[in-house]
């Protein structure tokens, strides 16, 4: 399998590189696009303007990826923990310290750039978690051990919750799968799946229909399996707990979310919404990119991003941009990347003897999804509106940085391969 | 299985999303259009409208700026309404009403709240009107009229109204468009095509800059002037004889199918159909239901043509060979017929009359005798209707004229499916003299004066007429005029037969039933007619004074004016139909009137009196009170 020219290369997956390099191109192309004055007079070296920023943001992430490259691999596994245990700590410091931008104290200020440790924290906590399943002691079937994973991943989590930036902490859900990956039950899984999708029906179709389903199901079940007799308990219990869940859900929704956060589903759910208000980001969103049409109105072009129409179009909703100016050609390549992206790493996880490699490889490729996901979805009026950002795209030093920490460490670890025992 | 959940998972979502972007880029086309709305606006530059000139290039409608208040409702932030309202003197509740509507209508289109401001409430305005976000000033252009008369023709432009806005896309709210005459029958030409700027804004609706560079923005195309075949001296002229009386005049080049005057009495001033008093006085015309000044009694009235229609009868007669120019009939001071004795009755003159003497002196009878003998020609009665019919289709008679305005009635001409309805054939035969009342232009037989004044023009050519209209000349269009109008229509009827014709009506102008009406040095051809007419007075029929009518044209040979007048209950056709239509004459051809007898008695003669007598609600006397209204009748019942 080894060829000796990816030896002569340093060893690094260039495909990934590559890719890396394609979608950063890409977003800031974009970004120039959504945040360009249009009466033309800036300069363009001038730090004021976003894209000039962004520029700049991406020639240190250069630097960066030097740093990480030139590291030792084992570096990474051996100094997990130290990382982690900083990475919560500058999460904590923020109730201290932090400065609040736009109603999130997310960020440590200094001078005009800041810096917002919740980006750093997922790598940390990849890390942290790799080093602790990689563990020889650690069983992944024990329930003791996995109420201490979940702890490792819960931690910054929490911290990030109040800040308040539940986006960001919705990416935690992400390490379920490396989880799953090294053992973790399937029930969860099941579990899991069951509750979104009642949630999501109950919300869809109210409390009445699903629960009728429910029982109908469980009788077509029931009447099916009736010879067998292992397992009857359980069986009851499943359908009575599923009915007390519908019930919850309404209940929460109503009563425990706030208007805001119904009003994003509702807008998703296609309920009768007011587009001028709550639903306009998504509105405007969906304009934007059904504008572009096939091929897009072209680079500078578009009128919705132009006149700035789509809110935050630079940061979270830059793929309305590319809708908008490159078509549906374009938003396809990128949708396309993305892909290849997280199929590449899931590729390369799965061939790496080290199972700290696999469990950092997985985590990634599930944090990266989940931000394709929940930002994709959210732009194309799929999702309800979560503010995360889209990987390497979205405009954000912090953001850009952690990603690609993120992403070159696994670099870094996959190189490493050949070196293992 | 733990292998390829994720795996699987991120695959799925692409393609998933892959379909998502297909819907919203190219399935769902709704979005397409909703971006140009939100982030482009248009600003519109109305070009000038195109002038009106008469066929002597004097200038009859030219323009005048007016400034128009316009609102886009969803621009509109807090404002002073009261200082706003003092400002634009208009109530509080008016404001709000309007911008109610406007809201209706679009909330992002611009609407008007006030139309066209004067140059002077322009000026004081202009300053204040940056303090209202949402509110702005629209220049646009109003109709100017050099003159006070040719209403009727000329028409007006309104703002356009939510039909025509649906109609044609190139319409918005506050356009003006043109509603009757030639102003609506050449609006496009007339308009132009308004020209755009498309300006990119931002969220907050703030211009930024020209839209793709102003590559998609276009000039006003300015509209075209439009040169009228009617000559304005000639029209002034006959709205003036016809002050204070009602009827219709249509004055036609025979030569070309020209309309050289087209009157409607009462007129009204073209001006008062613009401005802000538009609405107001439309109104005020719209509801006079008495004198219907807004009805174009020129193209729209149906009147029974009476004598004149015996030219027509002649003509038939002479084409179907059941009569030659010499045949002479007998009259009694009127026709008889039938078994019972009916009686078709007429005035006193000479007798036995054969054609020519007939039609000068207008003799009932002969032309009853030579109806009869077109009817009862073939088989049936119904065959000689329909031949009859179809002798006076070719004239453009009983359909729509076709002339290049937009208002018109088809008037009316029986044929046998006609009779048959009315008489229940089968089951009840009917004969020519049931008709017997067309052969002197009554009974069935009704005519707008345009058709009349058309079917003399063919009599002055001698078998063919070109179909009337007004458009002499489109500005930097050769061919303006449409080739329908350039078509020779060839009626059933030889030309040959056309000179006893002309000779009869020669004869009533020079010793006949127009002797009366001469003026020196023109040799007339003309026909009065005398027509009975009837109207409704609490579901009651009575008969009013007659119609006095006239038609003519002149020079006898190398006509160069045809003209038919109709004056509702003027009386005799001398009397007043006559008289104006000589003068009519004199003006066109002399260019000054010699005859100043017969002007100072029209213009000093007023039907006025007439026209209040059915509405005085007392039995009133007719035809100079010769006879009582409603009372004949009651007298031959008993």
């Given amino acids: ?421 | 299985m733990r292998k390829i959940l994720l795996f699987s998972i991120v695959l799925i979502s692409g393609i998933l999303f892959t379909g998502r972007l297909f819907y919203l880029q190219i399935l769902d086309t709704s979005y397409a259009g909703l971006s140009a709305n939100n982030a482009i606006k248009r600003i519109y530059d109305y070009p000038q409208r195109g002038h009106i000139y008469d066929r002597n290039g004097e200038l009859l409608v030219s323009n005048q700026p007016s400034y128009d208040v316009m609102v886009i409702p969803r621009e509109v932030k807090p404002f002073d309404t009261t200082e706003f309202c003092s400002l634009l003197k208009m109530t509080k509740e008016a404001l709000v009403k309007r911008l109610n509507k406007a809201r209706v209508y679009s909330p992002r289109l611009p609407s008007i709240v006030i139309p066209q401001l004067t140059k002077s409430e322009y000026a004081y305005l202009q300053e204040k009107m940056r303090k209202y976000e949402g509110f702005y000033i629209q220049k646009r252009s109003l109709r100017d009229y050099q003159v006070d008369y040719g209403a009727n023709f000329l028409g007006y432009i309104a703002e356009v109204n939510r039909a025509d806005i649906e109609d044609n896309p190139y319409y918005q709210s506050g356009d003006l468009k043109g509603r009757t005459g030639v102003e609506r029958q050449y609006e496009e030409v007339l308009r132009g095509v308004k020209g755009v700027k498309y300006i990119q804004k931002d969220r907050f609706n703030r211009d930024i800059g020209a839209y793709k560079n102003g590559t998609l923005d276009t000039l006003p195309t300015p509209g075209k002037d439009l040169t009228l075949t009617i000559d304005a001296e000639l029209q002034k002229y006959g709205e003036e004889l016809m002050v204070n009386k009602r009827g219709g005049i249509v004055a036609l080049e025979p030569s070309t199918g020209e309309i050289l005057a087209l009157v409607s009495a009462p007129n009204f001033d073209p001006s008062l159909l613009v401005g802000r008093e538009r609405s107001r006085n439309f109104t005020e015309l719209y509801y006079d239901s008495i004198s219907k000044p807004l009805f174009d009694r020129g193209l729209q009235a149906q009147y029974p043509p009476g004598s004149p229609f015996k030219t027509l009868n002649a003509l038939i007669a002479l084409q179907e060979g059941v009569v030659d120019e010499e045949e002479s009939f007998s009259c009694h001071m009127g026709y008889y017929y039938g078994s019972r004795g009916r009686k078709l009755g007429c005035h006193s003159h000479p007798s036995p009359l054969s054609m020519v003497p007939g039609i000068a002196n207008s003799c009932n009878a002969y032309f009853a005798n030579v109806y009869r003998r077109v009817i009862e020609k073939y088989d049936t009665p119904q065959e000689g209707m329909d031949t009859w019919h179809d002798h006076l289709a070719s004239f453009g008679l009983g359909q729509y004229m076709g002339t290049d305005l937009p208002t018109g009635k088809p008037g009316h001409i029986p044929d046998s499916d006609y009779y048959n309805r009315a008489y229940q054939y089968p089951k009840y035969k009917w004969f020519s003299t049931a008709t017997i009342s067309n052969s002197i232009g009554q009974g069935e037989i009704i005519l707008t004066p345009i058709q009349l004044a058309n079917v003399t023009a063919t009599i002055a050519n001698r078998g063919w007429f070109y179909t009337p209209h007004i458009v002499k000349g489109i500005e930097g269009e050769t061919d303006a005029i449409p080739e329908k109008y350039r078509t020779k229509n060839k009626t059933t009827i030889d030309p040959a037969n056309f000179e006893p014709v002309v000779e009869g009506m020669f004869g009533a102008y020079n010793y006949g039933t127009a002797a009366g009406v001469q003026i020196p040095g023109i040799e007339i051809c003309g026909k009065t007619g005398t027509a009975e007419n009837y109207t409704k007075i609490d579901g009651k029929r009575q008969q009013l004074t007659d119609h006095s009518i006239f038609v003519a044209f002149a020079p006898k040979d190398n006509p160069k004016i045809a003209i038919a007048v109709f004056v509702e209950n003027g009386y005799w056709g001398g009397r007043y139909g006559g008289k104006i239509a000589s003068l009519m004459i004199e003006k066109h051809i002399k260019g000054e009137i010699t005859r100043t007898d017969l002007e100072d008695w029209i213009l000093s003669h007023s039907l006025e009196e007439e026209y209040a007598k059915p509405l005085s609600g007392k039995p009133f006397p007719i035809n100079d009170g010769k006879k009582i209204s409603g009372q004949i009748e009651e007298k031959l019942k008993s």
């Fill in chain 1, 1 to 421: 399998m080894r060829s000796t020219s990816r030896n002569a290369r340093g060893n690094f997956d260039w495909l990934l590189i590559l890719i890396y390099m394609a979608l950063v191109g890409i977003g800031w192309v974009n970004i120039y696009s959504a945040s360009i004055d249009p009466s033309g007079v800036a300069d363009f070296f001038d730090l004021s303007n976003l894209y000039t920023k962004q520029l700049l943001f991406i020639g240190l992430s250069l630097l960066l990826i030097i740093f990480i490259l030139s590291l030792e691999a084992k570096f990474f596994e051996r100094f997990a923990s130290l990382i982690y245990v900083v990475s919560i700590l500058s999460l904590l410091g923020l109730f201290v310290f932090g400065k609040n931008i736009s109603g999130a104290t997310s960020w440590y200020s200094f001078g005009s750039f800041g810096l917002q440790p919740s980006e750093f924290a997922k790598a940390a906590t990849a890390l942290a978690l790799a080093k602790y399943l990689s563990d020889i002691q650690t069983d992944v079937k024990s329930f003791t051990h996995q109420f201490r994973a979940f702890i490792i991943i819960a931690l910054p989590a929490i911290c990030i919750v109040p800040q308040p930036d539940p986006g960001s902490a919705l990416v935690y859900a992400a390490f379920f799968f490396p989880l799953y990956r090294e053992g973790l039950s399937g029930i969860y899984l099941i579990i899991g799946s069951i509750t979104i999708a009642l949630f999501v029906l109950t919300l869809a179709f109210g409390p009445l229909y699903i629960i009728a389903a429910i029982v109908l199901i469980a009788l077509i079940l029931l009447i099916k399996n009736r010879k067998k007799r292992f397992g009857k308990r359980y069986f009851y219990m499943l359908p009575v707990v599923a009915i007390l869940f519908v019930f919850s859900v309404n209940y929460i929704f109503q009563n425990v979310f706030e208007q805001r956060h119904r009003d994003r589903f509702n807008v998703v759910l296609g309920k009768d919404v007011d587009m001028k208000s709550i639903g306009y980001n998504t509105y405007q969103s969906e304009i934007a990119i059904g504008n572009g049409g096939l091929t897009g109105k072209g680079f500078l072009k578009g009128t919705q991003t132009k006149g700035n129409f789509v809110p935050e179009q630079h940061t979270d909703y830059i793929f309305s941009t590319v809708g908008e100016e490159w078509g549906f050609l374009g938003s396809t390549l990128v949708i396309f990347l993305f892909v290849a992206l997280m199929l590449r790493i899931i590729i390369l996880s799965e061939r790496q003897k080290n199972q700290f490699s696999r469990i950092y490889g997985y985590s990634i490729a599930g944090i990266l999804f989940i931000h394709f996901l929940v930002n994709i979805g959210m732009v194309t009026g799929v999702f309800p509106t979560v503010g995360i950002p889209l990987p390497f795209f979205s405009y954000g030093g912090s953001g850009l940085w952690g990603f690609t920490i993120l992403l070159f460490i696994f670099i870094k670890l996959d190189s490493n391969r050949v070196n293992e025992w």
